[in-house]
């Protein structure tokens, strides 16, 4: 099982940045997929959540610029920033998680690098 993020980068404040995860070895639309962030020194926060059912919340401090999706037919879940911000600053970490039965499976990515800065 695997799950790979992709997409990070340098951005301009202002501007947008889309990054995706993708799975392999798991059937990825039963899970529920997050997006966190860790900023530096900081520990590692949810910011962005898709259930199954395609149900999305999102932290406060995000909502309104983030936009977190599904593509079942690339077995993928993208997260979207518009008007970036300094503070959007971190390592961004996907996260699938599933319940059977009442026991969790958990998966993590390795996490992409976003940086935004003039």
């Known amino acids: 099982v695997q799950l790979v993020e992709s997409g990070g980068g340098l951005a301009h404040p202002g501007g947008s940045l889309k990054f995706s995860c993708a799975a392999s070895g798991i059937d990825f639309e039963i899970f529920t997929v997050g997006w966190y962030r860790q900023a530096p020194e900081n520990e590692r926060d949810l910011v962005a959540v898709?259930?199954?059912?395609?149900?999305?919340k999102y932290a406060a401090s995000v909502k309104g610029r983030f936009t977190i999706s599904r593509d079942e037919a690339k077995n993928t879940v993208q997260m979207q920033i518009d008007n970036l911000e300094a503070e959007d600053t971190g390592i961004y970490y996907c996260n699938a998680r599933h319940y059977t039965y009442g026991s969790l499976t958990e998966y993590w990515g390795q996490g992409t690098q976003v940086t935004v800065s003039s």
């Open positions: 898709i259930s199954s059912n395609g149900t999305m």
